[in-house]
């Protein structure tokens, strides 16, 4: 335990800062251990403030001299930072300080990755590189000189000059620290340019080590075509002659948008056919997009203060969102979103690290990256859209713009252009930021036949082409909502939320009766009714899951397959093949002496053997809740999941479809097979994607002799590493072998070589993953540095679902050692992995027990980082 117990920061004590800059000048004299940094800063008095303390940040530095006004001062110094007495009005400070990059471990700051120097500053940590008041609403022009001998030196906006041993940088728009950026080594480039919607020509690079520069095409397409579309979509132009994307090694999260210099882990930008999968193109077009959007929501309009983080963060999430829907597919998008914001945020949403979307305090910013601050407010901003509507979301979203240009802005501040523009009154749907939790929304359904007394709807009447004479009678259904959140850390009584939710009709023979139509809920419980009707609908509820919430309907088996079979919203069809799958697993884990459902299975197949649909839909309809989010469903059922039942489960059910549908398997395979060159494409890819779904279940029949054909003949990483994911599962006699052969091909590329470790953990049996992980560990390659290494190995484990959960403890055990040791050298991602963690309360007793004993070990570390002090200690309460 430490004596000093961590400080918590308010959002209710936001005070403005008293010094405003005018301006920066910095120098870097670059060593690996005793870098120089001086800086030079125009300070004035902020008219807006109170109080003039004159506060600057500064950790870990080695101050070697500090002037105001050319006046040698000796400042008060703290480990925080210092003070000084200074004079009433502008004045400019000097300072030069030393830091050691190479031995900086933690990633923030200035740092060196494989050779390079590197920087990451936010959301605190420009305070590692010089003193300063590292905030962000103090933004400045930086003007940067790079001193060194390496080739390539880099920092923010354009390059002004260089010479032999140096380069200057100029940015002209004022940025807070947390943008700043500074690049310097041995790089070459991926050159390219991009006129803008008003002519001005840009250079565009993407810097790497020399071996990677076959790795940067797709990501300099993804950039192009980001900027295109921020200027079509949303009319933003870009702002400076240049933008550099530079790939680094070790960095602990995606990448950063960095004003005119974006930092990208090379796992984010870097891909060729041969070396990455689909999915790891999907995901670097979405980066790529996410970070150069950034450049307006982020950059040129920034954060009060950190607590409004989802200003940039959900909106820039929102518009990547809508970007790759508009690259590929809409539904699959959406689809993919919707399985990712239940497998990551609803559990924490409901566990001991619920927060809101903007969080009212925190010990360590870095523990607030969130996907409550990321997804849940991107899905704010989706409901925001669907109630005012796409026309005054685009106006608002102009006068936002136009209005906040330049500022560092608040949540209230977004909501004003909104009402501004729309009128409406935003007090009830600011709760999706202020409350915590997911709403649990309630349904029931009332049907009143056809009142002989009363004359035929006329607008429905008047449609000579009412579908199945549903329409033009006198019958009403209505809906019964009621909604109902949770308490969760620090909030016990919730007030109802506004919930966009949208509802079509069916009749019962498929035909829409009501096309999707938004009801807008305001109250606790409120009731929608639709008259007109002959007979009954089938409601299609949550269209294209239009609120964030757990829908509570046990629907009948019928309604799900006629859904299934019927809807015409793709997101709700995919839903109610979803219901279905989790309904059967659901009852054999209740009732052993059940099996698989196999009308479902039947139903199932018939749509996944329609051609006319998608094949990237149709293996989203094939795959099967995962183990994790069935102990989250058993849970919030009131069942404690058996981690070991709901992976036997699972694979029963994966076994008994295989066989069911093995004499389909031959032609499945045969209809998505491509034999054009390889291209990521969403088309090439969905095929790719059901491809995979069906040798996976080949493999269940064969023991893995087609993976064994498409492991030797794959020309794409796609298809080399889904066959052999089949091999480990399905060949264990031949697995060994193929695993070493894989390590033998790819043993100079760390990416693969980062997949070749996940693998093995996240595919090895439940009694296995332990041990995978622990001989991985002692893997020549293992790297406890590199934090995708880490991940690549430990953070596995926790993905095991029941590996992860034996019932001896050795998956605890084994990743808290790590966390422990991972601990004193990067407190930002060992804090970050603490989160899997976070559903222990779900579990059983002994589990429990288990789960608390580790924890409270790395608790007990001495010199625990404040990161991993905050997260433990939360989990914990
Ligand atoms: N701001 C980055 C993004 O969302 C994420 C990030 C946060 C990166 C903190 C590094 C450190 O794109
Ligand atoms: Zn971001």
Same mark, same amino acid.
């Given at each position: 335990m430490k004596d000093s117990s961590p400080q918590t920061i308010y959002l209710k004590d936001y005070t403005p800062p008293a010094w405003l800059v005018e301006d920066v000048h910095l120098t870097f004299r670059l060593a690996p251990r005793a870098t120089r940094v001086t800086s030079r800063v125009r300070f004035v008095p902020n008219p807006e403030a109170t109080a003039r303390e004159f506060f600057l940040h500064g950790e870990e530095l080695k101050l070697i001299s500090c002037h105001i006004d050319g006046r040698s001062v000796t400042p008060e110094v703290t480990p925080e930072g210092l003070t000084c007495d200074v004079p009433d009005g502008p004045f400019t400070w000097e300072a030069e300080v030393e830091i050691s990059p190479e031995t900086n471990t933690a990633l923030e700051g200035l740092y060196m990755s494989s050779g390079m120097y590197c920087t990451q500053c936010e959301a605190e940590s420009f305070r590692k590189i010089t003193y300063y008041?590292?905030?962000? +609403?103090v933004m400045a022009p930086f003007t940067v000189r790079i001193e060194s001998d390496l080739p390539v030196m880099l920092s923010n906006g354009n390059p002004v000059a260089q010479g032999q041993g140096w380069a200057e940088w100029h940015d002209p728009w004022k940025k807070p620290s947390y943008l700043f950026a500074l690049v310097a080594g041995n790089l070459v480039n991926h050159p390219d340019s991009f006129t803008t919607m008003s002519g001005r020509e840009v250079e565009l690079n993407i810097w790497v080590r020399p071996g990677d520069l076959h790795k940067c095409a797709f990501g300099m397409e993804a950039l192009k075509k980001s900027m295109k579309w921020d200027e079509e979509v949303y009319g933003r132009e870009y702002d400076l002659d240049i933008f550099n994307i530079v790939a680094v +090694? +070790?960095?602990?999260?995606?990448a950063m948008e960095n004003k005119g210099l974006n930092i990208f882990n090379s796992s984010a930008v870097l891909a060729s056919p041969e070396t990455s999968t689909d999915a790891n193109f999907e995901r670097i077009e979405a980066i790529i997009a996410h970070e150069y959007f950034h450049n307006w929501t982020g950059n040129r309009i920034t954060c009060r203060d950190w607590f409004q983080l989802c200003l940039k963060e959900g909106l820039t999430v929102y518009r990547d969102s809508q970007f790759t829907s508009d690259m590929r597919s809409a539904p699959v998008k959406r689809i993919s979103d919707v399985i990712d914001l239940r497998a990551r945020q609803f559990p924490e949403d409901q566990g001991p690290l619920s927060h809101p @979307?903007?969080?009212?305090?925190?010990?360590?910013?870095?523990?607030?990256?969130t996907a409550t601050v990321y997804e849940k407010g991107a899905e704010v901003i989706g409901m925001l859209k669907r109630l005012v509507g796409d026309e005054a979301y685009a106006r608002a979203l102009d006068l936002y713009f136009e209005r906040h240009d330049g500022d560092a802005a608040t949540i209230e501040d977004w909501l004003k252009v909104f009402e501004d523009v729309? !009128?409406? !009154?935003?007090t009830q749907f600011k709760r999706w930021y202020s409350q915590s939790g997911t709403p649990r929304l309630k349904v029931t359904e009332e049907w009143t036949p056809a009142d002989a007394s009363r004359p035929p709807s006329r607008d429905l009447a008047a449609?000579?082409?009412?579908? !199945?004479? @549903?329409?033009?009678?006198?019958g009403t259904y209505t809906l019964t909502f009621e909604q109902h959140t949770p308490p969760t850390p620090g909030q016990r009584d919730k007030a109802p939320q506004v919930l966009p939710i949208a509802v079509g009709l069916l009749t019962p023979n498929g035909d829409e009766v009501v096309p999707t139509t938004l009801l807008e809920m305001t109250e606790a419980k409120q009731s929608f009714s639709f008259d007109g009707l002959t007979r009954k609908p089938v409601p299609s509820l949550l269209r294209g899951f239009s609120a964030p919430v757990v829908l509570e309907r046990e629907a009948s088996r019928e309604e799900r397959l006629f859904l299934l079979a019927h809807d015409t919203d793709s997101f709700t069809r995919w839903e109610a093949s979803r219901d279905l799958a989790r309904a059967s697993m659901l009852g054999a884990l209740t009732d052993p002496s059940k099996g698989p459902d196999r009308t479902w299975l039947e139903a199932l197949r018939g749509v996944v053997r329609d051609?006319?649909?998608?094949p990237a839909y149709r293996a989203l309809l094939l795959a099967l809740p995962g183990e994790n989010e069935m102990a989250q469903t058993l849970h919030e059922r009131g069942i404690t999941p058996d981690p070991e039942a709901i992976h036997s489960t699972r694979q029963a059910h994966l076994q008994a479809r295989a066989e069911l549908w093995q004499a389909n398997l031959p032609i499945l395979a045969e209809e998505v097979a491509v034999t054009a060159p390889y291209r990521p494409d969403a088309e090439q890819s969905g095929k790719r994607a059901l491809g995979a779904a069906v040798l996976d279940m080949q493999s269940r029949i064969d023991w893995g002799k087609t993976a064994a054909r498409q492991f030797e003949t794959a020309d794409n990483m796609t298809q080399q590493l889904s066959a052999l994911a089949c091999l480990i599962r399905y060949d264990a006699k031949n697995s060994a072998r193929y695993i070493r052969d894989f390590y033998d091909q790819w043993k100079d590329d760390r990416l693969v070589i980062d997949k070749w470790f996940m693998l093995q953990v996240s595919e090895a049996t439940p009694d296995r993953a332990a041990e995978a992980a622990e001989g991985l560990t002692q893997h020549p390659d293992f790297d406890l540095k590199n934090p995708n290494r880490f991940r690549a190995t430990l953070g596995a484990l926790a993905m095991n679902h029941a590996g992860f959960h034996r019932a001896d403890g050795a998956g605890y055990a084994l990743l808290a050692d790590w966390l422990i040791r991972l601990d004193t050298l990067n407190p930002q991602t060992t804090a970050r992995m603490c989160s899997v963690f976070q559903a222990w309360r779900r579990y059983d007793a002994d589990r429990q027990a288990l789960i608390r004993s580790n924890l409270e070990r790395i608790a007990a570390k001495p010199d625990l980082s404040r990161d991993v002090a905050e997260m433990v200690g939360r989990i914990l309460a």
């Amino acid at each position: 335990m430490k004596d000093s117990s961590p400080q918590t920061i308010y959002l209710k004590d936001y005070t403005p800062p008293a010094w405003l800059v005018e301006d920066v000048h910095l120098t870097f004299r670059l060593a690996p251990r005793a870098t120089r940094v001086t800086s030079r800063v125009r300070f004035v008095p902020n008219p807006e403030a109170t109080a003039r303390e004159f506060f600057l940040h500064g950790e870990e530095l080695k101050l070697i001299s500090c002037h105001i006004d050319g006046r040698s001062v000796t400042p008060e110094v703290t480990p925080e930072g210092l003070t000084c007495d200074v004079p009433d009005g502008p004045f400019t400070w000097e300072a030069e300080v030393e830091i050691s990059p190479e031995t900086n471990t933690a990633l923030e700051g200035l740092y060196m990755s494989s050779g390079m120097y590197c920087t990451q500053c936010e959301a605190e940590s420009f305070r590692k590189i010089t003193y300063y008041p590292d905030r962000p +609403d103090v933004m400045a022009p930086f003007t940067v000189r790079i001193e060194s001998d390496l080739p390539v030196m880099l920092s923010n906006g354009n390059p002004v000059a260089q010479g032999q041993g140096w380069a200057e940088w100029h940015d002209p728009w004022k940025k807070p620290s947390y943008l700043f950026a500074l690049v310097a080594g041995n790089l070459v480039n991926h050159p390219d340019s991009f006129t803008t919607m008003s002519g001005r020509e840009v250079e565009l690079n993407i810097w790497v080590r020399p071996g990677d520069l076959h790795k940067c095409a797709f990501g300099m397409e993804a950039l192009k075509k980001s900027m295109k579309w921020d200027e079509e979509v949303y009319g933003r132009e870009y702002d400076l002659d240049i933008f550099n994307i530079v790939a680094v +090694d +070790d960095f602990n999260m995606g990448a950063m948008e960095n004003k005119g210099l974006n930092i990208f882990n090379s796992s984010a930008v870097l891909a060729s056919p041969e070396t990455s999968t689909d999915a790891n193109f999907e995901r670097i077009e979405a980066i790529i997009a996410h970070e150069y959007f950034h450049n307006w929501t982020g950059n040129r309009i920034t954060c009060r203060d950190w607590f409004q983080l989802c200003l940039k963060e959900g909106l820039t999430v929102y518009r990547d969102s809508q970007f790759t829907s508009d690259m590929r597919s809409a539904p699959v998008k959406r689809i993919s979103d919707v399985i990712d914001l239940r497998a990551r945020q609803f559990p924490e949403d409901q566990g001991p690290l619920s927060h809101p @979307v903007r969080p009212e305090s925190f010990q360590e910013i870095n523990n607030f990256y969130t996907a409550t601050v990321y997804e849940k407010g991107a899905e704010v901003i989706g409901m925001l859209k669907r109630l005012v509507g796409d026309e005054a979301y685009a106006r608002a979203l102009d006068l936002y713009f136009e209005r906040h240009d330049g500022d560092a802005a608040t949540i209230e501040d977004w909501l004003k252009v909104f009402e501004d523009v729309t !009128d409406r !009154d935003l007090t009830q749907f600011k709760r999706w930021y202020s409350q915590s939790g997911t709403p649990r929304l309630k349904v029931t359904e009332e049907w009143t036949p056809a009142d002989a007394s009363r004359p035929p709807s006329r607008d429905l009447a008047a449609n000579p082409e009412a579908p !199945d004479q @549903v329409r033009g009678g006198t019958g009403t259904y209505t809906l019964t909502f009621e909604q109902h959140t949770p308490p969760t850390p620090g909030q016990r009584d919730k007030a109802p939320q506004v919930l966009p939710i949208a509802v079509g009709l069916l009749t019962p023979n498929g035909d829409e009766v009501v096309p999707t139509t938004l009801l807008e809920m305001t109250e606790a419980k409120q009731s929608f009714s639709f008259d007109g009707l002959t007979r009954k609908p089938v409601p299609s509820l949550l269209r294209g899951f239009s609120a964030p919430v757990v829908l509570e309907r046990e629907a009948s088996r019928e309604e799900r397959l006629f859904l299934l079979a019927h809807d015409t919203d793709s997101f709700t069809r995919w839903e109610a093949s979803r219901d279905l799958a989790r309904a059967s697993m659901l009852g054999a884990l209740t009732d052993p002496s059940k099996g698989p459902d196999r009308t479902w299975l039947e139903a199932l197949r018939g749509v996944v053997r329609d051609t006319e649909l998608d094949p990237a839909y149709r293996a989203l309809l094939l795959a099967l809740p995962g183990e994790n989010e069935m102990a989250q469903t058993l849970h919030e059922r009131g069942i404690t999941p058996d981690p070991e039942a709901i992976h036997s489960t699972r694979q029963a059910h994966l076994q008994a479809r295989a066989e069911l549908w093995q004499a389909n398997l031959p032609i499945l395979a045969e209809e998505v097979a491509v034999t054009a060159p390889y291209r990521p494409d969403a088309e090439q890819s969905g095929k790719r994607a059901l491809g995979a779904a069906v040798l996976d279940m080949q493999s269940r029949i064969d023991w893995g002799k087609t993976a064994a054909r498409q492991f030797e003949t794959a020309d794409n990483m796609t298809q080399q590493l889904s066959a052999l994911a089949c091999l480990i599962r399905y060949d264990a006699k031949n697995s060994a072998r193929y695993i070493r052969d894989f390590y033998d091909q790819w043993k100079d590329d760390r990416l693969v070589i980062d997949k070749w470790f996940m693998l093995q953990v996240s595919e090895a049996t439940p009694d296995r993953a332990a041990e995978a992980a622990e001989g991985l560990t002692q893997h020549p390659d293992f790297d406890l540095k590199n934090p995708n290494r880490f991940r690549a190995t430990l953070g596995a484990l926790a993905m095991n679902h029941a590996g992860f959960h034996r019932a001896d403890g050795a998956g605890y055990a084994l990743l808290a050692d790590w966390l422990i040791r991972l601990d004193t050298l990067n407190p930002q991602t060992t804090a970050r992995m603490c989160s899997v963690f976070q559903a222990w309360r779900r579990y059983d007793a002994d589990r429990q027990a288990l789960i608390r004993s580790n924890l409270e070990r790395i608790a007990a570390k001495p010199d625990l980082s404040r990161d991993v002090a905050e997260m433990v200690g939360r989990i914990l309460a």
